[in-house]
């Protein structure tokens, strides 16, 4: 379908001819019917490590706190209430497991149970509570979690600091002064999730969470690549995205991201986990879909995780967007993302481009030509 250069003019599309563009969104959602269960908010990440004690160490500099450790499992909390957050077990190989996902009610518990065929079980992990185990397309699992006692917050700062403005001074007769130390995580704001088939993966994730596109990214021929899913907490604002997935030839985790007051945490976080010789990946910038000020980090296992503060927040009747698939699109300051997030010939790739099915080809070759732009030449 050709469409006229006047209707194609969006950020990114002078990149292309005119024949090769179709507009973002003009390949139509398939939304579903009812879901399964509405999450309402994240409740914890879980991967399994060879060395606790170590990924520990990095997890206290990077802003948790040990909520309970066995020989076999260390439960990190965040400074909010819940009871935990991260969830790291033991195992010879790094690897993703899944995440937890809060339930309003009860009822929605025992619906989400009779509805996939999965057993209430309790959860046996600090703050108790009961939940689903679901296991997603590739694998991954989806705990769907009702009824976990919540702690009281820990003490941090939660007070915006006084700014000084060119008309309006603030702070007078006083300086900005944080603390150099970790940056206080208050809870688990989301994941990205590379899978092996974008449009069943999507499809599933929407059914068992209730997940709403917020924003949808799209190859130059319309079709979706990438998609930033929030929770549906009807008039309630929720996250810009909480689960994002995004079609590749490997599948498993590409980071997840934790809640943190502000900037001024995030920077002094910075210097408190460079002091501590921790690896750096990316930041400190802020995103364009989500607005995040970010701030990237590899653990000792080699996983991203990410800091991030003032994000955008959308209740259900916000309509999703559609926008073209482009590097320059994930941020709007801040230096470019690094060569290892950038997309790289792996074997994985090259077998999939050589024996994989014409659509998985086409899926390959859009999502690495329209990560391949050069989108601000000026900063290399
Ligand atoms: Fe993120």
């Not at 076999?72 to 937890?100: C, N, W």
């Not at 309509?319 to 997309?343: C, E, F, I, S």
Request: negative net charge.
């Amino acid at each position: 379908m050709s469409h006229p250069i006047d209707q194609i003019a969006y950020p990114g599309s002078d990149q292309y001819s005119a024949a090769e563009l179709a507009v973002p969104g003009s390949i139509k959602l398939e939304l579903g019917a009812e879901p399964v269960a509405r999450a309402t908010n994240t409740a914890y990440i879980m991967f399994q490590v060879p060395d606790l004690q170590k990924q520990k160490s990095f997890l206290q500099d990077f802003g948790l706190v040990e909520a309970s450790q066995s020989e076999q499992t260390l439960y990190m909390r965040g400074y909010g209430a819940d009871p935990y957050i991260y969830v790291a077990h033991q195992g010879s190989e790094a690897k993703f497991i899944g995440a937890g996902f809060v339930l309003e009610s009860e009822e929605e518990l025992n619906r989400a149970s009779i509805e996939t065929g999965k057993p209430i079980e309790d959860t046996g992990t600090p703050g108790g509570g009961r939940r689903v185990r679901l296991t997603d397309p590739d694998g991954f699992l989806v705990d769907l979690v009702f009824g976990r006692e919540m702690t009281g917050p820990l003490d941090t700062r939660r007070d915006p600091l006084p700014a000084n403005l060119p008309g309006k001074k603030n702070r007078v007769n006083k300086g900005v002064r944080t603390k150099l130390a970790p940056s206080a995580i208050e809870r688990f704001g989301h994941y990205v999730l590379m899978v092996s088939d974008f449009d069943q993966s999507w499809a599933w994730y929407r059914k068992h969470l209730g997940l709403l596109p917020t924003d949808v990214l799209c190859s130059a021929t319309g079709r979706p690549l990438l998609a930033f899913n929030r929770l549906d907490k009807g008039s309630e604002p929720a996250d810009h995205h909480t689960v994002v997935l995004a079609g590749g030839p490997e599948v498993g985790i590409m980071h997840s991201a934790f809640e943190t007051f502000d900037q001024d945490a995030i920077g002094q976080g910075q210097q408190f986990l460079k002091m501590k010789g921790w690896k750096h990946f990316w930041g400190i910038g802020r995103h364009i879909l989500g607005s995040q000020i970010f701030d990237y980090w590899l653990d000792p296992h080699g996983f991203e995780v990410e800091h991030y503060a003032d994000g955008d927040v959308f209740d259900d009747a916000h309509a999703t967007g559609y926008h073209l698939l482009d590097r320059g699109g994930l941020w709007a300051w801040g230096n470019d993302v690094p060569d290892a997030m950038k997309p790289k010939p792996t074997l994985k790739m090259l077998i999939a481009l050589l024996f994989g099915s014409s659509d998985k080809r086409k899926v390959l070759f859009e999502m690495k030509k329209a990560m391949d732009r050069v989108p601000r030449p000026w900063l290399k």
